[in-house]
């Protein structure tokens, strides 16, 4: 006899809620010792040696023998072999979702923009593309075609000049889907390369793989480590966490829907979390009883048993605003709103990587083909970031041009208060302004 998966239930009137929701989210980020010191050691091999550190490690932790980099870098030809190689629905599936991404993004290029003052300063912001940028994609089990398009088309889209992919080929073998991906998005060379070792040939440079302004991509932990180790030399995307949903229900959708939601972000990872908030009691009862009857049916049934035993949680409130305030603590990376109005209950969000309006509108259309970026925050940081966009491609430039006459204000004011900050050549420089 099956055992019932025992959820973590909840009631925002209970004297420990707070309590036992931050429990519940509790999520530690904090790198194994032995993954820091790995990293630590495959960055350094690779600043001092190169090309010559990356071979050694791709043949060790890939079993992928090559005699240089060359062989390890994929021809332009071999990218449209690989999209020409897909069932023609899959291919078209994958051109579709690729230009309703790009269309998307198109709507979050920024422009310069100048302004001019009474005295003739002009004043204003250029923004300008990065030069290049390096695109992780994970290799072996974990292939995602859609992680290479919602990575490369917004880079593209902002007018980054050169996109450098690199993905591990443990034995060899080449994911045609995340090829053709590739090629579809624009991306401009591909090198079979992958764990910390690729995060460091594009973070300082090797003779075959040039230095990149910013690495994006998700990976394991060890690309996570290095990611954040190689911050500051290169600029980076995020280091992401485990995935989440939380879905806000008013109890009038088909349970089985919710069930599969939650299992969406469950089937990812024994550490995901999906969480559902409803005020009515009985159809958190009925989604428990969906879970019980679809589990079986999953073939992820083992990560999503772990997942939402562990992590998940249903939790009963005491009306939807106040489950907009919960979820605006929880910050979650997937907000569904599957109420009646969803456009009523929008202006109580705050908080979140990306929200779904109404039944319809389940998770997963937008980690393929909705057209915003998939790339979300995660574990709280949706407070104060923002999904992966143009503008993580773009950078700003401020500019300055005074005038004659504003020189002789603008000298005099910024004289004053170096002045008063002690920085004598400060005020000196901003009165030869004035004076001249």
Not at 89 to 94: T, V
Request: aromatic share 6%; charged share 20%.
């Amino acid at each position: 006899m099956t055992t019932a998966l025992q959820i973590t239930r909840l009631d925002s009137g209970a004297a420990d809620f707070q309590q036992r929701l931050d429990r519940l989210l509790a999520f530690s980020a904090d790198t194994d010792a032995a993954v820091g010191e790995a990293v630590q050691a495959i960055l350094s091999a690779v600043r001092q040696r190169g090309d010559a550190a990356v071979l050694e490690y791709t043949a060790r932790f890939d079993r992928l023998q090559a005699p240089d980099m060359a062989a390890l870098e994929l021809t332009p030809e071999r990218l449209a072999q690989a999209q020409r190689a897909l069932p023609l629905q899959l291919e078209r599936g994958l051109r579709d979702a690729a230009e309703r991404i790009r269309v998307y993004h198109e709507r979050q290029l920024q422009s310069s923009w100048t302004y001019t003052e009474a005295d003739g300063t002009m004043l204003g912001q250029q923004v300008t593309a990065l030069d290049r940028v390096g695109l992780y994609v994970p290799g072996g089990k974990a292939a995602y075609p859609s992680s290479v398009l919602m990575n490369a088309i917004p880079a593209k889209v902002a007018g980054v000049k050169e996109l450098i992919m690199v993905v591990p080929t443990p034995d060899g073998v080449q994911n045609d889907l995340v090829l053709a991906a590739a090629a579809v998005s624009g991306v401009d060379r591909v090198f079979t390369i992958g764990g910390a070792q690729a995060v460091a040939a594009l973070a300082y440079g090797t003779a075959s793989v040039p230095q990149v302004d910013k690495i994006v991509g998700p990976g394991n932990a060890y690309v996570a480590e290095a990611k954040r180790r190689v911050f500051g030399v290169v600029g980076i995307d995020m280091v992401a966490g485990p995935s989440e949903i939380l879905v806000i229900c008013d109890g009038k959708t088909n349970p089985d829907w919710i069930a599969m939601d939650l299992f969406s972000q469950a089937e990812h990872d024994e550490l995901a979390q999906s969480i559902l908030i409803s005020p009515d009691a009985a159809f958190l009862d009925a989604v428990q009883a969906s879970v019980d009857r679809l589990l079986p049916t999953m073939p992820r049934q083992a990560v999503i048993s772990r997942s939402l035993a562990d992590r998940g949680g249903m939790i009963r409130c005491r009306g939807l605003e106040e489950a907009a305030r919960i979820a605006n603590h929880i910050a979650p990376e997937h907000l569904e709103l599957s109420v009646e109005d969803p456009q009523a209950l929008l202006p109580h969000i705050r908080h979140a990587g990306a929200i779904f309006m109404g039944r319809h509108t389940c998770e997963a259309l937008g980690d393929y083909c909705a057209g915003p970026n998939h790339v979300l925050p995660t574990s709280r940081t949706a407070r104060f970031s923002s999904p992966l966009g143009v503008y993580d491609f773009q950078k700003r430039s401020s500019l300055i041009q005074v005038s004659r006459a504003g020189a002789r204000t603008l000298g005099e004011l910024a004289a004053a208060l170096a002045y008063g900050e002690g920085l004598q050549a400060h005020a000196r420089s901003a009165e030869y302004r004035v004076e001249g």
